[in-house]
T-cell receptor
Framework: AQSVAQPEDQVNVAEGNPLTVKCTYS??????LFWYVQYPNRGLQFLLK??????LVKGSYGFEAEFNKSQTSFHLKKPSALVSDSALYFC?????????????FGRGTSLIVHP | DSGVTQTPKHLITATGQRVTLRCSPR?????VYWYQQSLDQGLQFLIQ???????AKGNILERFSAQQFPDLHSELNLSSLELGDSALYFC?????????????FGPGTRLTVL
């Protein structure tokens, strides 16, 4: 079985400050982890993924995520937030060792960046 | 632009009716996924097709059905509609069934059942 949790429904941050959106996961085998962003009235858009290798993954729009196997976490980060980063962020996991082809998505975290 | 298209963008209908949502995947993608997004349930996986065949089923009601055609476009049919079926319906596509492939989402169809 696979699951993912996004413990915060909403994250507030001031423009220019660093941001972190949290994600923890549970899979039987090796995790494939994904972050997606959804802007208002739009579909989800792929940001980045972790398959294997370097624990720090860089993605689109200056976002990065850190894979931590011992803490089963894959937090999304950005050094300096922009107002335009305000959106809904989804973490997703797939079991890379077999099992479901279908990713499990978290419930999403609303990021609000204040000017 | 993800390359995935969905029509219509908005759909307003009455309870008991039947509607069809259409999706064209990104060029070259063989897998199509359907999701339902609502405020209380989040993003729910409904069903996946790969190259015309059903590959995986999620929380899809018996009143709902889908198919993928030879040209790889897909349709989601929703019948005997209820108020609770009001939601955003997304289609996504990916290259195949490899688990590390990311998905590309369409803009969605907003269904309102009155």
């Amino acid at each position: 079985a696979q699951s993912v949790a996004q413990p915060e429904d909403q994250v507030n941050v001031a423009e220019g400050n660093p941001l972190t959106v949290k994600c923890t996961y549970s899979v039987s085998g090796n995790p494939y982890l994904f972050w997606y962003v959804q802007y208002p009235n739009r579909g989800l858009q792929f940001l980045l993924k972790y398959i294997t290798g370097d624990n720090l993954v860089k993605g689109s729009y200056g976002f990065e995520a850190e894979f931590n196997k011992s803490q089963t976490s894959f937090h999304l980060k950005k050094p300096s937030a922009l107002v335009s980063d305000s959106a809904l962020y989804f973490c997703a996991v797939r079991d890379g060792s077999g099992g479901s082809y279908i990713p499990t998505f978290g419930r999403g975290t609303s990021l609000i960046v204040h000017p | 632009d993800s390359g995935v298209t969905q029509t219509p963008k908005h759909l307003i209908t009455a309870t008991g009716q039947r509607v069809t949502l259409r999706c064209s995947p990104r060029s070259g993608d063989l897998s199509v996924y359907w999701y339902q997004q609502s405020l209380d349930q989040g993003l729910q996986f409904l069903i996946q097709y790969y190259n015309g065949e059903e590959r995986a089923k999620g929380n899809i009601l018996e009143r709902f059905s889908a198919q993928q055609f030879p040209d790889l476009h897909s349709e989601l049919n929703l019948s005997s509609l209820e108020l609770g079926d009001s939601a955003l319906y997304f289609c996504a596509s990916s290259l195949g069934t490899i688990t590390y492939n990311e998905q590309f989402f369409g803009p969605g169809t907003r269904l309102t059942v009155l």
